[in-house]
């Protein structure tokens, strides 16, 4: 691009003119992309390979994922839309149907003459206003199961059907519950996610405990504990052939058998550590034990174990080490120096359950678990990942919802309302900025407009439904996807997130005005529309 | 109980895909179905695991994870084959259409569902074939040489679910790389798709073994992959302290970098070779470099001559198949049925590099060329020059104060020489009282070998090399069986089926010439120049502290050691 600066300025004034151009087309072809995905009612997208993997989503940061999206400003739109859902987990179809109407809206200002940056300045006063009311409609929350149901529920069903989207709400709103300290955010680390390829979707359930993906190794070893002692610790159970030369430097098979039978014991003895702790806190009583060690065990200590009754599993996740200890109690061991029953936790149960070649050892019944698990289950390794998603989303909106301390009306209430308002802003600005205004109020109903698109309503006559309904109201009002008529999301509890809104306000109108300025953007040496 | 002691193989990049594609379908042609044959002398289980699919159906796939970059795959699922979860669509209207299918049970739950599907990939013909119960693929003549546009083309075996790792933020190209630096590849490694999923795949792996005797790395060693790979050998030093077999690779095509002219692109190798060699030497147990060109820091050099074989240079398929033949033959000598313990992976690795030299270079034969009618004591002794073709670049055969780790294979014992009564001349040679393969190699490199230490392994398996190994590399001076022929010539339409090999892997002084040519040429890199470092979190102090550190590394092949 350096030399622009060569051109004159009529054809530099051309050329920009034609980036605008690309840039609305650009913008607009994304949007019809993805605007079938918005809501409850947008269509499931299947996604077929060329080798026949499968991926079903509605989401739109997964479908911007698997695009292979090639056009620069298409690309610039996609990454403001999935950095939007790396730091909220949502809103991504919005800021790509938003980015795309303002565009469209200011389009038919700037065919009429008006410079961009006039309406930039418009955008810029409305969105700051567009805040303001995003500060007014929003509903301070208890954090309760109910409250938080509603927000979850309302996530939850614009990826999965109903059905599993409820089983779904509950699930991922008492993993939160169960390991919430005060009324903060929570580490979702501490939430594990599990895959079982096996029954239903709707047999996802939540684990107040640990489940592993890996079982006992040993034929002897019990499959299933009860009332048991777990001791979970990073500690190698395994005879490491560490010799460094092996064939040329001993000097005697001797010497290389002295040098074996010392490292066997050295194992030996940590394995006996765990014994005699066993016995002493166990035997005679109802008490059973349980090792989970991060390192290796093997057969040998696996069998020695086997002959205690303790059931042993190696190499469990690094993360798991944290976990367990939150869920069970008791802390992870690095060393059996100081082994003492202060060290292990506690589970009610621990058991076994096998599913083809995989293995699964479920912890439960843990007094006060402050890290869970959720069971993923489907038929099918797409259903599962599918869920997997939703399951993410629906997390982070709750967790979204527990730092926010609010929610905002959802099914297009705030956007309507926030059209009117900026209807009425608009007159009290002097100038041509108002024109940028009335773009970026007209531009916010994209989204109550394509709700109804998708659920079969005609956009026009439900935009004028509730335009009007809300001038009419203190509340503001949604659309009811099963009637077309306006309603109050509070009481179908249909809530977005604060933080959701807030950012996609912001981010797109800040796009929005890059790809307007197109020109002064080029001049800058088209920095931010590089990769 | 016979003890397997189990190795987990990792493959970055394309090319090592290339090799490791040979290397798995050389073992699968080894494999014997039938109960009634004695047991092989490999024991696939340490490379191979049994598992069941959801069918309940037993599988046995080898213990690998492999990375490649989004179009690599042509055909072949993720996820694979053997374990479903993946779709073939309808070939014709009558049988339903599975796509379809799948598209009614959601809409029973849900709303509309649109699919949206890439054109089916194109399958090569040999895949076509290996699906078709009728046709012989032994007969067939796939001309896989020109037309294999990516390894899954000519691949074999079967992966488990786990195995395929795709890289999404780089595009697959036979024309340019995409994947560049040493430094993104580190960059890529702290994603959660290789931090969480990828570490934790190999951590299903180890789960699943009594006795892990530890990981064998194979990475394309001029790319990106060269920060992912040696990233993660660092992570398996953490997390399981086992050996780790590293073998970096280098393809004899010289693919331009995205936006960069092949000078660019041979100082983006020379950087990438640096750095990886220098993290090798801190995270490897061993490493040995392996290519078919005679040289690769800057310009790619001339295709490495292997004796009555005939294969182009720059080809990907013929090339690879060469070096798996090697990396299937030196491996041997951990994979072996009841093997001595020094016949471990930490052992071949620490017999290699003491004085921490952790590189060694590689040699091979294949064929071990040596004619059909002759006996190996008269084939010893009338060899000249040296056993083997070097398979390191930039590096030489060494011969004097070399300690070495051979494995020769595919030479009967009744091979070795004539019973007493028939001895004749052979009676006056020294190795007559040799009494295995093993041994009079041995014997023959205490000879050939001022000062030098050689471990021989013996095996009497040759290279299998059926479809799909590229036949057409073998000269007509070559018998089925792989031996050399002056007089008769093998007819085009007959196969060679297998192979007698040597390979070796040597620890030598020449090794030192290899660190310090990759030094200078590293050092006249001005690395400030190449923003593509820096703009994936190189600094240039980071990579000037790297060179010293690999002088002082190639320090260690200075002076002659005492054994
Ligand atoms: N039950 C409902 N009735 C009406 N509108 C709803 C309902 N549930 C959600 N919505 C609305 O749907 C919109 C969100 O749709 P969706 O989640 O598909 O897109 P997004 O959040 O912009 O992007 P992403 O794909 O990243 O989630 C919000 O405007 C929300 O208020
Ligand atoms: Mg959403």
Request: aromatic residues 8%; proline residues 4%; charged residues 25%.
């Amino acid at each position: 691009m350096a030399s622009i600066s060569l051109l004159n300025p009529k054809a530099e004034f051309a050329r920009a003119a034609q980036a605008l151009a690309i840039n609305i087309s650009a913008a607009k072809g994304l949007q019809d992309v993805m605007r079938t995905n918005l809501g409850p009612k947008g269509t499931m997208k299947m996604l077929v390979s060329g080798a026949g993997d499968i991926k079903i989503t509605k989401d739109g940061n997964v479908l911007l994922h698997e695009m292979q999206i090639q056009h620069p400003t298409a690309s610039m739109i996609a990454r403001a839309s999935t950095a939007q859902d790396d730091s909220t987990g949502d809103g991504t179809t919005s800021t790509v149907l938003l980015i795309g109407e303002l565009l469209k809206q200011a389009d038919i200002f700037l065919t009429e003459g008006l410079h961009p940056r006039i309406v930039t300045e418009g955008f810029e006063k409305a969105r700051n206003k567009a805040l303001a009311i995003l500060d007014d409609v929003k509903i301070p929350i208890e954090i309760n199961k109910k409250n938080l149901m509603g927000i979850a529920n309302t996530s939850l069903r614009t990826k999965v059907h109903p059905g599993l989207a409820d089983v779904l709400t509950e699930v991922c709103v008492d993993a939160i519950l169960a390991i919430r300290k005060d009324e903060k955010p929570v580490d979702l680390h501490m939430v594990e996610l599990m895959e079982m390829q096996h029954k239903t979707a709707t047999d996802t359930s939540l684990i107040r405990g640990i489940v592993m993906d890996h079982g006992t190794r040993h034929p002897d070893m019990p499959k299933r504990l009860e009332n048991a002692y777990v001791l979970t610790c990073n500690v190698s159970l395994e005879y490491e052939k560490s010799e460094v030369n092996s064939g040329f430097f001993y000097k005697t098979a001797e010497e290389r058998e002295k040098f074996v039978r010392a490292e066997r014991e050295f194992i030996d003895q940590r394995v006996q550590k765990i014994i005699a702790l066993k016995r002493k806190l166990c035997d005679g009583t109802e008490k059973t034990f349980v090792v989970i060690n991060q390192k290796g065990i093997d057969p040998m200590s696996l069998d020695a174990l086997a002959k205690e009754g303790i059931m042993a599993l190696r190499r469990a996740k690094r993360r798991n080490m944290e976990r367990l200890a939150l869920a069970c109690g008791g802390t992870a061991m690095n060393s059996f120096d100081d082994l003492d029953e202060s060290n292990l936790g506690y589970a009610g149960v621990v058991y076994e359950h096998v599913l083809g070649e995989n293995k699964y050892t479920f912890v439960e019944e843990c007094k006060n678990p402050q890290s869970v698990t959720i069971l993923i289950k489907g038929p099918n390794k797409h259903t599962i990942v599918q869920i997997k998603d939703a399951i993410r989303d629906g997390l982070r909106a709750i967790n979204n919802a527990l730092l926010d301390k609010c929610v905002i009306p959802g099914a297009g209430a705030f956007e309507v309302r926030a059209y009117n308002e900026l209807m009425k802003y608009k007159d009290t600005v002097k100038g041509k900025v108002r024109l940028g205004i009335q773009a970026f109020a007209e531009a916010l109903l994209v989204v109550p407009k394509n709700l109804a698109i998708n659920s079969g309503y005609d956009a026009q006559d439900t935009i004028v439904k509730l335009t009007e309904e809300d001038r009419l109201n203190p509340e503001p009002i949604g659309l009811d996807l099963s009637t077309g008529e306006p309603m109050k999301p509070v009481d179908m509890s249909v809530y977005d997130n604060y933080l959701v809104k807030k950012q996609i306000l912001n981010s797109c109108s800040v796009i929005a005005s890059n790809l307007l300025l197109v020109d002064e953007v080029m001049r800058a040496g088209m920095t931010s529309l590089k990769g | 109980m016979s003890t397997t002691r189990e190795v987990i193989a990792l493959q970055f990049g394309n090319y090592s895909n290339y090799i490791g594609t040979h290397w798995w379908n050389i073992q699968e042609s080894s494999f014997s179905y039938n109960p009634e044959d004695a047991p092989s002398e490999i024991n696939h289980d340490v490379l191979y695991r049994e598992g069941v699919n959801l069918n309940k159906q037993v599988t046995y796939t080898p213990r690998l994870l492999l990375v490649d970059l989004d179009g690599s795959l042509k055909h072949l699922p993720r996820e694979g084959e053997l374990y479903g979860n993946s779709v073939k669509r309808a070939t014709d209207d009558s049988a339903g259409d599975p796509l379809k299918k799948i598209k009614e049970d959601l809409e029973d739950l849900s709303t509309d569902v649109e699919i949206v599907q890439q054109p089916q990939a194109d399958k090569h013909d040999f895949q076509k074939d290996l699906e078709n119960p009728v046709v012989d693929i032994q007969e067939q003549n796939y001309n896989l040489a020109d037309n294999v546009e990516t390894w899954t083309d000519y691949l074999y075996a079967r992966y488990h679910p786990r195995t395929v790792n795709i890289i999404n933020e780089y595009k697959y190209d036979t024309e340019k790389q995409t994947f560049d630096t040493f430094s993104s590849g580190v960059q890529l490694w702290k994603t959660e798709q290789f931090e969480y999923d990828f570490c934790d795949k190999i951590r299903q792996y180890v789960e699943e073994c009594d006795y892990m005797q530890g990981t064998q790395v194979l990475f394309d060693c001029f790319n990106g992959y060269t920060g992912l790979a040696t990233e993660c050998m660092e992570y398996l030093n953490d997390e399981y302290s086992k050996a780790i077999f590293a073998i970096p690779v280098y393809s004899p095509r010289n693919t331009l970098f995205e936006n960069a002219d092949e000078p660019m692109t041979d100082s983006i190798r020379v950087v990438n070779s640096a750095l990886a060699f220098h993290k090798l030497s801190e995270q490897a147990s061993l490493f040995v470099p392996l290519g078919t060109c005679d040289r690769v820091w800057r310009q790619l050099g001339a295709a490495r001559p292997l004796s009555a074989l005939n294969y182009k240079a720059d080809n990907l398929y013929q090339t690879s198949a060469i070096l798996a033949g090697y990396l299937d033959t030196i491996t041997l000598r951990y994979r072996l049925r009841n093997a001595p313990s020094a016949y471990s992976l930490a052992g071949f690795c620490g017999d290699l590099t003491n004085y921490g030299r952790k590189l060694a270079s590689a040699a091979f034969a294949m064929p071990f060329p040596m004619q059909h009618d002759m006996d190996l004591i008269d084939c010893l002794d009338k060899f000249e020059g040296p056993l083997f073709t070097s398979l390191t670049p930039n590096c030489n055969i060494g011969t004097d104060y070399i300690i070495q780790s051979l494995c020769v294979r595919g030479i009967a014992r009744e091979r070795l020489k004539q019973p007493l009564e028939k001895a004749k001349e052979q009676m006056r040679m020294a190795a007559y009282k040799c009494d295995s393969v093993s041994e009079m190699f041995q014997l023959y490199l205490q000879c050939a070998n001022h000062a030098s230490m050689s471990h021989v392994a013996s095996v009497s398996m040759a290279i299998p090399t059926r479809i799909p190994f590229p036949n057409e590399i073998f000269t007509d001076e070559m018998t089925k069986l792989g031996f050399l022929s002056t007089t008769a010539r093998r007819l085009a339409e007959e196969k060679v089926v297998s192979v007698p090999a040597l390979a070796a892997v040597q620890s030598s002084s020449e090794l030192g010439d290899t660190l310090e040519t990759l030094h200078r040429e590293a050092k006249r890199v001005k690395i400030a120049k190449l923003h593509r470092f820096r703009a994936a979190g190189l600094e240039e102090d980071d990579y000037r502290d790297a060179l010293e550190q690999l002088l002082l590394f190639k320090d260690n092949y200075e002076d002659n050691f005492e054994l």
